[in-house]
């Protein structure tokens, strides 16, 4: 029942910008923080950034993205964005977003963003 649907991959440019959504489903997405993660072929998952649930009045950032990735959430639609600038190759990954609450986590089917000139 409860979903996770990312979209707003694809391919850009280095110095290029995407947004990713993220658009919840199926359960009080309100209640629930939420955070973005990225996997390389070969990789374990890296946390890029997460938000607190409610107002969202918590962020926090990977070093590796801090200063250009910006996490976000509008509960009246139920979605989590991730505005991505400055991209860079390194940035090319499939990204995921996961829903946290004390009674437990769950993912998304993730979405590809490729950086390449």
Request: charged fraction near 20%.
């Amino acid at each position: 029942q409860p979903q996770l649907m990312e979209s707003g991959g694809g391919s850009v440019q280095p110095g290029g910008s995407l947004r990713l959504s993220c658009v919840a489903s199926g359960f009080d997405f309100s209640t629930y923080g939420m955070s973005w993660h990225r996997q390389r072929p070969g990789k374990e998952r890296e946390l890029v950034a997460s938000i607190s649930s409610r107002s969202g009045t918590s962020t926090t950032y990977a070093d590796s993205v801090r200063g250009r990735f910006t996490i976000s959430r509008d509960n009246a639609k139920n979605i989590v964005y991730l505005q991505m600038n400055s991209l860079k190759p390194e940035d090319t990954a499939e990204y995921y977003c996961k829903a946290i609450r004390d009674t437990g986590s769950f993912w998304g089917q993730g979405t590809q963003v490729f950086v390449s000139s």
